[in-house]
């Protein structure tokens, strides 16, 4: 399927060259002079290689058409993770460089949609938001404001996260997965 240059959004899966490309970052550059255009960071499926790749704001580009399925995170393994079709039960091994983005928001029993290209798992999307625990976080300083500034903390996943000062351990949180920000409480 075409799309315009300007949809281009990361994670998607793209045909160019005759092969496939998984988007790592998508960044819109606008030039004082001239057209803009898409600076997009892209790693070969088959390869594993990065490369940079520009597209013009009116450039076509080809998005490989992709068919998805439910599936849920049932454990890890090492750098194994452990998943299951939740229509036929089927269970799936898949390798950390292929989960990296969701490795940080992964827990057990979390629903993700994998997405196929002739039977062959390409992409994992998270859900938009996860709720999460913070384990530990530094104490909140009396003469800080609530809304100015945040301070460190870690998730139950172990990923670091910037937390409001008023939080403290123990407390669950809505995670946003794509920006890694917290939302609010849970």
Not at 151 to 162: N, R
Request: glycine content about 6%; hydrophobic content about 40%.
């Amino acid at each position: 399927m075409q799309i315009n240059a300007p949809a281009i959004r990361k994670g998607m899966i793209l045909e160019v060259d005759t092969a496939l490309w998984r988007v790592m970052k998508i960044q819109h550059v606008t030039p004082g002079k001239g057209v803009a255009c898409m600076q997009v960071e892209m790693r070969n499926i088959e390869t594993g290689t990065k490369t940079n790749k520009r597209f013009n704001s009116t450039e076509r580009v080809e998005q490989v058409t992709l068919t998805s399925r439910n599936m849920q995170f049932l454990y890890a393994d090492g750098d194994t993770y452990h998943l299951m079709d939740m229509e036929s039960y089927e269970q799936m091994a898949l390798g950390a460089d292929f989960l990296e983005d969701a490795i940080p928001y992964l827990l057990p029993e979390t629903e993700v949609i994998v997405e196929f290209h002739d039977e062959r798992p390409l992409n994992v999307r998270m859900p938009q938001t996860v709720v999460l625990e913070v384990v530990e976080c530094d104490a909140a300083i009396k003469s800080q404001s609530a809304t100015g500034s945040y301070k460190p903390g870690k998730l139950e996943t172990g990923a670091s996260i910037m937390v409001p000062p008023y939080l403290e351990s123990g407390t669950r949180v809505r995670v946003n997965t794509e920006t890694g920000e917290f939302m609010e409480r849970a």
